[in-house]
């Protein structure tokens, strides 16, 4: 029994495994990038993203790519814009089959047996088409500037076809435009040297900019480098000042403390002086002492000298001095009486001379006021006769003048040294020794001799008599003037 238990149980587990080989077989499993299409008995059924049984015999099934397909779309011709301009554009699209059931089925429909390839060919000549008619629309600047716009349109005009064949446009975008004759190149050219202008404006007013930025920023650091040197040169002269003045009050202090040590040293090197002359000067004061005592007593001995000889002298000169003094003042006396007469005779005499030549001048004045005009003439010729003349006639004149001085002589004292020679006739003799002189004077000043111009005067008067007629007419020996003579020197005054 066990047996037929157990054998009937390994059946069943044989039976249920191949149960399940047999249902694995039969299972088809799709991904979700896939598409199931079961087809026969019961219809088609599509299925993504799960699995199916499939039975054998009764149906088939096949699947169907649901990624994403990408792929260039250059048509092989030039494309001619609505300008009739060649263009070659160059896109990428990408494609894909919708999600939905009845999409699927309908890609199944047109796409199942075909490669991908053949799918992407088909597709590819459908884009193509559309944005060939796309392109004849625009212009080139359109196309060119606006490559969005372009791909907008290629997308809502191939939408309608595309969703006929179960498809949908994920994405199209324009990758290039080209030309043969340098369209597009020409044609950014106003715009690139527009650009490079405003470029070249926009550089150069940056590069303004920056050169001003940079002045004002050099200016401002030039300002703040001149400020920081102007507070390090303040810094700088405060720190000198107060080393300054830290190094004055040192030298200061130091000078002071000389001056102590000086003063102290002085102090002491003068109390020394002071002792010492304090010293010198009792040593000194002594010495004087015992010299004034040796001087009083030389003084007493020359006392006691000059009394003896004193003694001596008036036993001896004295006496024979005073008598030789009583005989020289009588004679000096005697000699005084004698000088002071012989002054007083002479001024009298010298003034009655003067009186005398006075009244002579005057006399011959008015005969040669008549005798001058005759003698004009001769004096133009004879110039040193007529020089001599005056000279001679000025004597007396002159004469007066030397006495006159003797007038202002308020006293005259005479003094006789006993040499033989008498005081007034010194005056008298240095008188004539004063007019004597004039002859000198004269030759001195004119450079002519007296001598000679006497001698001419003769031989002129001798040659001329008539010139000269007072030379012959009578002198007044005497005459008598009432003026007052002058008053005669008083013996005994003083000059």
Do not use: C
């Amino acid at each position: 029994m066990a047996t037929v238990a157990i054998t009937i149980a390994v059946v069943a587990v044989i039976t249920v495994l191949l149960i399940m080989v047999v249902i694995g077989t039969m299972y088809r499993r799709v991904s979700p990038n896939r598409a199931l299409i079961v087809y026969g008995a019961g219809g088609t059924r599509i299925v993504t993203g799960g699995g199916k049984l499939v039975w054998p015999l009764f149906q088939s099934y096949q699947e169907l790519s649901l990624e994403l397909m990408s792929f260039d779309v250059a048509p092989s011709q030039d494309l001619y814009t609505s300008q009739g301009v060649a263009v070659n554009v160059e896109a990428v699209a990408q494609i894909k089959v919708k999600s939905d059931p009845e999409s699927i089925r309908t890609a199944a429909e047109q796409f199942l047996t075909k490669t991908q390839q053949e799918r992407e060919a088909l597709i590819r000549l459908v884009m193509e088409g559309h944005l060939r008619g796309i392109v004849g629309l625009l212009t080139v600047e359109q196309i060119v500037k606006e490559p969005e716009m372009v791909a907008g349109r290629v997308r809502q005009t191939v939408a309608d076809d595309l969703s006929k064949m179960g498809l949908e446009v994920v994405s199209f975008t324009i990758k290039k435009v080209m030309d043969d004759q340098d369209y597009i190149a020409n044609m950014g050219r106003p715009d690139v040297a527009r650009i490079k202008r405003e470029a070249d404006i926009a550089q150069a007013e940056a590069e303004r900019d920056t050169a001003i930025k940079r002045a004002m920023a050099m200016r401002e650091a030039a300002i703040a480098q001149a400020q920081a040197d102007q507070e390090r040169v303040v810094a700088q002269t405060a720190s000198e000042a107060r080393q300054a003045e830290a190094q004055r009050d040192l030298e200061i202090k130091r000078a002071e403390y000389e001056a102590d040590v000086r003063r102290q040293r002085a102090l002491a090197e003068k109390a020394y002086d002071i002792a010492a002359n304090q010293a010198q000067q009792q040593v000194v004061a002594e010495q004087v002492r015992i010299e004034q005592v040796q001087r009083q007593e030389m003084i007493k001995v020359q006392e006691l000298e000059v009394q003896r000889r004193e003694r001596e002298l008036e036993a001896t000169l004295i006496k024979q001095a005073d008598a030789e003094r009583r005989r020289i003042e009588l004679l000096a006396e005697a000699e005084r009486e004698r000088r002071i007469r012989e002054a007083t005779g002479a001024a009298e005499a010298i003034r009655l001379e003067g009186l005398a030549e006075a009244e002579i001048i005057r006399a011959k004045g008015q005969a040669e006021a008549d005798a001058m005009h005759l003698r004009a003439a001769a004096f133009q010729e004879y110039n040193q006769a007529a020089v001599l003349d005056k000279l001679l006639t000025s004597m007396p004149e002159l004469a007066q003048a030397f006495a006159q001085s003797l007038a202002g002589v308020d006293k005259v004292t005479i003094v006789s040294t006993g040499d033989g020679h008498n005081g007034i006739s010194s005056i008298t003799g240095e008188l004539a020794k004063m007019i004597a002189q004039v002859p000198e004077l004269f030759e001195t000043l004119t450079g002519q001799s007296v001598v000679e111009l006497l001698s001419r005067l003769r031989s002129i008067e001798e040659a001329n008599p008539a010139t000269f007629p007072h030379n012959n007419a009578p002198v007044p020996a005497n005459p008598v003037d009432d003026t007052e003579p002058p008053a005669p020197p008083t013996p005994g005054g003083e000059s």
